[in-house]
């Protein structure tokens, strides 16, 4: 039975999920859902909820605008939602009236597909304008492409980095959903409290370039910089406001 003590407010989780809960909150919640699989679940039913208040056309106004900036153009995010989608058709198709049971159904279906941002060798014949930082070898750099809306933590699929195992450079790629215009930001990656350190903080500003659905900013550090455990990543604007925030874990040899 789920401790009533860790049981989430609502409102705040829904904030979390559409990027609108404030840096302090947002970073309180993460470390919550890392260190109690219950937290975990809580949101994974909460975003079951959310998605399902869209699909019935019950999410208005800018918290709807920020949904589908997340949910119509993150892939992973994406595939979520046409998870519940389907299985709501499968189900009312199947039922004359909605069943009582069919909340679990698609709280199960969520769980199955527990966000993964995927990790790949970046390739492509026109990589975007980057700034490298702490590479100390000019060879294809380790890739990590992070989408906003992850929910990681115990019980749960990870995005993870597979160290090597020697220096080497890890290329950093956070999607920017929703945006339109380049503009200009700075990255910090910070370990995961409590309590959290930072490990590096990009130089100088880093100019985002155009991408399927938005915009998305490219940072470059040394694997020298991390070692195994989780890690927070937080793109700021120029005014210094939290745009997005990301988390990955770093393993050492191939993550089962």
Not at 84 to 99: G, I, K, M, Q
């Amino acid at each position: 039975m789920m401790d009533p003590r860790h049981k989430l407010a609502v409102g705040p989780v829904k904030e979390y999920l559409l990027g609108k809960l404030d840096d302090r909150s947002a970073g309180m919640l993460e470390q919550q859902y890392f260190a109690d699989q219950s937290v975990l679940l809580q949101m994974q039913a909460i975003e079951v909820a959310l998605i399902e208040e869209y699909l019935d056309g019950r999410l208005k106004g800018p918290d709807r605008t920020r949904f589908e900036q997340r949910y119509l153009r993150v892939p992973e995010l994406v595939r979520r939602l046409d998870q519940v989608r389907t299985a709501r058709r499968e189900h009312t198709t199947a039922l004359p009236t909605r069943s009582p049971w069919l909340r679990p159904i698609l709280a199960a279906a969520c769980l199955a597909i527990v966000t993964v941002v995927v990790w790949q060798f970046w390739k492509t014949p026109t990589p975007p304008p980057v700034q490298i930082v702490d590479a100390p070898k000019k060879t294809s750099p380790i890739t990590l492409v992070l989408s906003p809306g992850v929910v990681m933590g115990p019980g749960g699929r990870t995005v993870n980095l597979n160290l090597p195992a020697g220096e080497k450079s890890v290329r950093l790629i956070m999607e920017l959903p929703g945006l339109v215009e380049p503009a200009d930001f700075s990255v910090q990656v910070s370990t995961v409290g409590p309590p959290a350190t930072d490990v590096w903080s990009s130089p100088s500003v880093l100019r985002s370039t155009p991408s399927a659905g938005g915009q998305t900013v490219t940072a470059e550090l040394s694997s020298s910089r991390l070692g195994p455990g989780d890690y927070l990543v937080t793109v700021k604007d120029s005014a210094g406001a939290v745009r997005e925030r990301y988390l990955f874990r770093a393993v050492t040899g191939n993550p089962q």
